[in-house]
């Protein structure tokens, strides 16, 4: 994993959008990535300080090509800890301490111009290691570490007093720094992925929602305008009044799939199971199937009104569309809604009704239970448990 959790670490302070995977970045990918650049301007101020170890270089040189040698050193040192921390994170955890390590070995190139004045530059291995983004168990011993190494080697040179505390000091409290302001900063590139993700998953789940609410009402409405228009040609000649009227209907009907379909899109349609229930009896009759309806709907709790609604619609159109049904009955009982008919039973409808996938959807998500299966009539049963 790139982002080191996988280590033990919560990986890059400063993550790229558009990279997912830095372990298939070259080097100099990495180094002139987006986070990379963030972190060289943040970074290039903290330079300022090599201006005086610079100095000591210089004048502690016996000539003007000593001098050069070991301002271009300086120089070779900066470049180097500006390109650590990219490098560090785009290592596993388990070898981020490797690049600090080698800052701190390239310090004592330093050592025949300025002597032990070199943990002066320490402070930048300790920010390294802070912005490594290693478990604190690990990025605390080392830190203390780094500014005893340094107590002790001005005390053994300069002579134990207060004035050798202060180098010390700052390695620590600055590591210590930069160690927290980059998990901070993790956390921060965290969740701004986390958003992203949602994000992604809201749409999935507006698609999910629209693509099944589409096929609840195309289904239903189609179903009832093919019977009724079936019923129309088959009037035509013998009976054109009720014809005419079963036309209107039909038009009707397409009508308020269009405006169902509208309002689906936009995400403001409701179903109640009273208008259902009017529905179901005006299709099933149409279809020819005698519906055995209750008088009521008092008995369906208002908050589970809606989804009671849907399984009338989405159990009537199956027993339309798949039955072969001559009565369907619908039923309302114990919290539980029923749709049963004495037609073929449930292999047809349990086997290629898409409804009933995203009805069992449905119903989940409120919470309540659905099963399918033979009825007391010897159809087909629907049941859901709201």
């Given at each position: ?256 799939a269009l405006a169902d379909v509208r309002a689906t899109v936009a995400g403001f349609r409701g179903v109640n199971v009273s208008t259902e229930l009017a529905a179901a009896r005006s299709a099933l009759t149409a279809a020819g199937i005698t519906a055995d309806l209750p008088s009521s709907t008092d008995v369906v709790p208002a908050d589970r009104r809606e989804l009671a609604g849907w399984v009338v619609r989405e159990g009537v159109t199956n027993v339309i569309r798949h039955s072969s ?62």
């Amino acid at each position: 994993m790139v982002d080191g959790r996988a280590d033990g670490g919560p990986g890059w302070p400063i993550r790229p959008s558009s990279i997912t995977s830095f372990g298939k970045l070259s080097t100099r990918q990495i180094l002139l990535s987006a986070g990379a650049r963030r972190w060289y301007l943040g970074a290039a101020i903290a330079l300022i300080w090599l201006v005086s170890i610079a100095q000591a270089a210089v004048d502690h040189s016996g000539s003007v090509a000593a001098a050069v040698a070991g301002v271009a050193l300086v120089v070779v040192f900066g470049l180097a800890f500006l390109a650590g921390a990219p490098l560090t994170w785009s290592l596993p955890a388990r070898r981020r301490l490797l690049v600090p390590a080698g800052l701190l070995v390239l310090s004592f190139a330093l050592f025949p111009w300025i002597q032990w004045d070199v943990v002066g530059s320490w402070t930048y291995v300790g920010v390294l290691v802070g912005m490594g983004l290693l478990p604190w168990r690990v990025t605390w011993p080392v830190i203390l570490g780094l500014a005893a190494a340094a107590l002790i080697a001005l005390g053994v040179t300069e002579g134990w007093s207060e004035d050798i505390l202060w180098v010390p000091a700052i390695i620590l409290s600055i590591s210590a720094m930069m160690a927290a302001f980059a998990r901070t900063t993790a956390t921060i590139a965290q969740l701004r992925d986390t958003q992203a993700e949602l994000e992604i998953l809201a749409v999935e789940r507006e698609r999910s929602r629209v693509g099944r609410d589409l096929h609840d009402i195309l289904g239903h409405s189609l179903t009832v305008i093919t019977v009724k228009a079936e019923l129309a040609g088959r009037l035509v000649d013998a009976d054109p009044v009720r014809a005419r009227t079963e036309i209107a209907e039909v038009e009707g009907l397409a009508r308020g799939a269009l405006a169902d379909v509208r309002a689906t899109v936009a995400g403001f349609r409701g179903v109640n199971v009273s208008t259902e229930l009017a529905a179901a009896r005006s299709a099933l009759t149409a279809a020819g199937i005698t519906a055995d309806l209750p008088s009521s709907t008092d008995v369906v709790p208002a908050d589970r009104r809606e989804l009671a609604g849907w399984v009338v619609r989405e159990g009537v159109t199956n027993v339309i569309r798949h039955s072969s049904a001559a009565t369907c009955r619908i039923s309302f009982r114990g919290g539980e809604v029923e749709v049963a008919d004495d037609g073929i039973g449930p292999a047809a409808p349990a086997a290629v009704s898409t409804g009933l996938t995203g009805l069992r959807e449905r119903v989940e998500a409120t919470g309540g239970r659905m099963s399918v299966g033979r009825s007391d009539l010897g159809g087909f049963s629907l049941r859901v448990l709201l």
